[in-house]
């Protein structure tokens, strides 16, 4: 009949019609999910850690400016590793810095490498027999070893206080005077004037212009 007719068909424009919109819903979702703001597939950025007072840049422009103003030394620069690689392994963010300054005068009299190459070990570590392909490597297991967390070594650094890491690191029996000096060493360079890293900076800009 008629009636019968125009009942199929408006079932059939019904089925293309649902069937077209579910189309273009499949097809925008992944659009929209493309277009979608993606935050919540990466992890926060890291935020700097405010230790003493300091935040993760200042920490390390205390150090670099310890060891620029006696003699600009060869670990000058190197701030930001130091502060980092303490903060990754959670020790005191001038110890690692006052052992090299007390060991090698900051990289001045590091460890000999072989066949001219460099050791990069400015840490007397292992007693100058082990070398490193660069200072951040050098600084990195340094400090990975002074927070206890290299298992061969951790009995001697894992929990301790900073004055029985300093011993551990290098006994009385070998230097009476470490401990107190690398504990002189942490307090200047927390109390260093950084203004003389700008000085530095301005002085060098001044070379490359002439």
């Not at 597939?41 to 700097?48: D, I």
Request: one cysteine or more; proline letters at 5%.
């Amino acid at each position: 009949s008629i009636m019968s007719k125009t009942f199929k068909l408006y079932r059939q424009m019904a089925l293309g019609y649902t069937l077209i919109v579910g189309l273009c819903i499949g097809l925008i979702t992944p659009i929209a999910q493309a277009e979608a703001p993606t935050d919540t597939l990466y992890p926060a950025a890291k935020t700097s850690q405010v230790v003493d007072g300091l935040t993760e840049q200042q920490r390390a422009d205390q150090i670099d400016a310890f060891f620029t103003v006696r003699g600009n030394l060869p670990l000058a620069g190197y701030g930001l590793t130091f502060v980092q690689a303490a903060d990754k392994y959670g020790v005191d963010w001038r110890l690692v810095p006052a052992i090299a300054y007390n060991e090698s005068t900051a990289g001045l009299h590091e460890c000999p490498g072989k066949h001219g190459t460099p050791s990069y070990n400015a840490f007397g570590y292992t007693g100058c027999n082990t070398a490193f392909s660069s200072y951040d490597v050098a600084i990195d297991t340094v400090t990975r070893d002074v927070a206890g967390q290299i298992p061969s070594t951790s009995k001697y650094f894992s929990g301790k206080s900073i004055n029985q890491i300093i011993d551990a690191y290098n006994p009385p029996s070998a230097n009476e005077d470490y401990l107190k000096d690398v504990k002189w060493t942490m307090n200047k360079i927390a109390t260093t004037d950084t203004s003389v890293l700008v000085a530095t900076n301005s002085a060098s800009s001044q070379l490359a212009i002439k």
